[in-house]
């Protein structure tokens, strides 16, 4: 691992991870404007809390219940077909809730969403795997984990900035058509390592370091593992329980911190469109920094995946749950901003390896599946945050008992991630039989 590895003659991995990047990127817009609407929209259509919330759950329903068919599809399609197919339909379904107009309408596509925007983060991870090394594997994951806060920092402004010059109608068709273009896009720039066309055999076998591969550098793949076998493998199931604790308290926030700043602590809707914004560009900030000079230069110094990933997300989630008690416990907007801010910068910190369980874990080529059944787990959770915050916030609680809980899930996950140990799975000698006849089947060809 600390080896010095000879620098490749061409770095196209880069620009695969740029182009993936900016997909989530435009994931996250379309999926936080609701959350920047939501003030608007209850005003106008009488809507209450409960609603709302009931409607960010049906968001995740779909979501939850794609990831494992999600798996499957990336393994047999590839993520070229199943990301640009994506793209395009969620940018339509984005663009269909410009239409609706009542709370029917907007549980519709609140449902549309959640199915096709669910293979986004699956996709990224699929894609990481075959392109990038574990020495540069924190950095990346953490990099397109950041850039679904960069699609947060862009929406709020430039959510206000449209509903308040032609309309809320207008935010959903605006930032739906960018979806549609990338989906349309990523089907001319989007390669797998070895079909790439300019690719050089020195970055192949710098990507491919660490496998295992035959005497021409071709990896040598394990024959797809059972679904029974992944299902039942206990570091992944915890680890995917652990996901839907961290994406339980994010998703509380993307959804209700602008209802938060409005309706509990009196901010207009311009000042908090703009201080939204600031979290947001903290958490990417840290989550960059420390996934490039802290997490893979321990890496690359010999440490091992497993007290990495330990540490860098038992301080995300621990941190977390403290900064949320303190922004419930105070009243002045400059320390509510403050602690925000610092929650979401606590939870950047560690956030570049929330993202690499699935390639941790599974054999090379097959994170597509490990990644459906994490982000099921993550979506588990993603689906009781605005349900389970909406009620509370219904009642005497409100948002401050809201965020309490999201605080107690928070520290909750932190336990699960730090105690496990992050082990490829291997087939077992009863497995294998099973594995050679769905590899001779020709399905994941």
């Not at 399609?77 to 640009?84: A, E, L, N, Q, W």
């Not at 989906?183 to 066309?197: A, K, M, R, S, T």
């Not at 703009?274 to 990417?284: D, K, N, Q, R, W």
Request: one cysteine or more; a positive charge; charged letters at 15%.
């Amino acid at each position: 691992m600390s080896a010095d590895f000879v620098k490749p003659e061409t770095n196209k991995r880069y620009t695969i991870m740029i182009w993936t990047c900016l997909c989530i990127v435009i994931n996250y817009i379309d999926r936080v404007n609701f959350g920047v609407a939501t003030p608007t929209i209850m005003e106008v259509f009488k809507l209450n809390s409960t609603q709302i919330g009931i409607m960010g759950s049906a968001f995740f329903i779909p979501y939850m219940l794609m990831m494992i068919p999600t798996g499957y599809m990336l393994n047999r399609f590839g993520p070229k077909r199943v990301m640009g197919g994506a793209l395009f339909m969620w940018g339509l379904s984005t663009m269909a809730t410009a239409f609706a107009f009542n709370f029917g309408t907007f549980f519709a596509t609140r449902i549309a969403m959640g199915i096709f925007e669910a293979p986004g983060y699956p996709s990224a991870s699929r894609v990481t795997s075959v392109w990038i090394p574990n020495r540069e594997r924190t950095f990346w994951t953490g990099f397109f984990d950041g850039c679904a806060r960069i699609g947060m920092v862009f929406a709020p402004p430039l959510v206000v900035w449209i509903i308040i010059n032609w309309g809320w109608q207008a935010s959903f068709v605006v930032t739906g058509g960018l979806a549609v273009g990338m989906g349309i896009l990523w089907q001319f720039v989007y390669f797998e390592p070895d079909d790439h066309p300019t690719v050089s055999k020195s970055e192949l076998a710098y990507i491919r370091q660490e496998e295992v591969t035959d005497d021409v550098g071709k990896v040598v793949k394990v024959p797809p593992i059972p679904m029974s076998r992944f299902i039942f493998y206990a570091p992944l199931v915890r680890v995917s329980l652990a996901y839907g604790c961290y994406l339980y308290v994010w998703n509380t926030f993307t959804a209700w911190m602008p209802a938060f700043f409005i309706q509990a602590r009196g901010f207009d809707m311009k000042t908090m469109g703009l201080v939204v914004m600031l979290p947001y560009l903290t958490a990417i900030l840290l989550e960059l920094l420390a996934g490039h000079f802290l997490f893979d230069k321990w890496y690359r110094k010999g440490g091992s995946l497993t007290a990495i990933r330990r540490t860098g997300m038992s301080i995300s989630l621990f941190g977390s749950a403290l900064f949320i008690c303190l922004a419930i416990m105070v009243e002045d907007p400059f320390w509510i901003v403050a602690f925000l801010t610092a929650f979401a910068g606590i939870s950047g910190f560690g956030a570049g390896n929330v993202q690499t369980p699935p390639v941790d874990l599974s054999p090379y080529g097959q994170a597509g599946g490990f990644s459906g059944f994490y982000a099921f787990g993550g979506a588990l959770g993603s689906f009781f945050a605005p349900m389970a915050t909406g009620f509370m916030i219904s009642t005497e609680y409100g948002f401050e008992g809201g965020f309490f809980l999201s605080a107690c899930v928070a520290a909750l996950g932190a336990i699960l991630y730090c105690s496990l140990r992050y082990d490829r799975l291997t087939l077992r000698p009863a497995d294998q039989a099973l594995a050679d006849k769905i590899a001779a089947s020709g399905v994941y060809k």
